[in-house]
């Protein structure tokens, strides 16, 4: 009967260890993920290195264990150390395809150095291979795992930021605040705006708020109705809204789709709004005259 556990991979490790990662990294410059645009030789064979260094550790651990658990504790160190690469060529710009091939050239110089070994024992040969492949594809699959983790994450935060830069609100006056809104306002977006706005009012201690949808795009029952509950939450802070860049077409759309903006002040452009805005707070705008 094989053998299965990891001697002979370890012993291939401990016998030859700067053969494999040579081989390893050569591996990835055939399969084109080796990304010297990205990384310099140095940081790839560091990285191969660390990876073979864990790898190894783990397998002296479980060494003669017949049973691979790649979430046991003896492969905590290469776990650590897998995740962390991947972050570093998450964040460089690696391709999940990358990753993958980069971690499946490991085993081409394993399945060379166990043919030589084991060339005389096929069944034992076989198993190693078979060992070689679940643990490469365990890898493999891990990183895969973190690479999607950390590429949400990134998702998350580039949406957040945008988000910030897109709902900017901005005090024009002493107690009048403005929030020119661009682009679509879906549900996601306008909670967002509802919740920057009153906070900001409660800061500033603002008395009237001009929403600006002159970058609206379009205007449909459910944006009016976002731009009508965001009214309503400015009226319950003490504040009165005015929502501006009404256009014709807006105006006409909103009328056929029966929507009432009811007891909200509208404004075609920001202009007008301001005017009356500083004249709510007790303030005029006059013309300099020349002396």
């Not at 016998?15 to 399969?31: L, P, T, Y």
Request: charged share 25%; hydrophobic share 45%; proline share 2%.
């Amino acid at each position: 009967m094989p053998h299965t556990g990891t001697t002979h991979i370890l012993t291939l490790l401990e016998s030859d260890f700067s053969g494999i990662v040579d081989e390893w990294v050569g591996a990835q410059i055939e399969e084109g993920v080796k990304r010297s645009d990205l990384f310099s030789d140095a940081e790839s064979r560091a990285q191969s290195t660390e990876l073979l260094k864990a790898l190894a550790k783990g397998m002296r651990i479980n060494e003669n264990s017949d049973d691979f658990n790649f979430h046991a504790d003896a492969w905590d160190d290469l776990r650590a150390v897998l995740a962390d690469i991947t972050r570093e060529r998450v964040n460089r710009g690696v391709t999940p395809t990358e990753m993958a091939t980069f971690m499946m050239a490991l085993k081409g110089p394993l399945f060379g150095r166990l043919q030589d070994t084991l060339g005389a024992e096929p069944d034992e040969l076989l198993a190693q291979i078979m060992l070689v492949t679940k643990l490469v594809d365990a890898f493999a699959i891990f990183t895969n795992e973190v690479f999607i983790a950390e590429r949400e994450q990134i998702i998350e935060r580039q949406r957040e930021e945008m988000m910030e830069l897109s709902t900017p609100v901005v005090e024009l006056w002493d107690r009048v605040l403005t929030l020119p809104l661009i682009g679509t306002l879906d549900s996601a977006r306008a909670q967002e705006v509802m919740e920057n706005l009153l906070e900001t009012i409660l800061q500033r201690q603002a008395e009237v708020v001009i929403v600006d949808i002159t970058g609206v795009g379009t205007v449909d029952t459910q944006v009016a109705q976002h731009l009508l509950r965001a009214a309503a939450a400015v009226r319950l802070m003490g504040a009165e809204c005015i929502i501006s860049g009404i256009s014709p077409t807006i105006a006409q759309t909103m009328v056929q789709l029966g929507i009432d903006v009811g007891t909200v002040t509208t404004r075609q452009n920001i202009r007008a709004a301001l005017a009356d805005a500083l004249n709510k707070v007790g303030y005029k705008i006059h013309r300099v005259q020349d002396s």
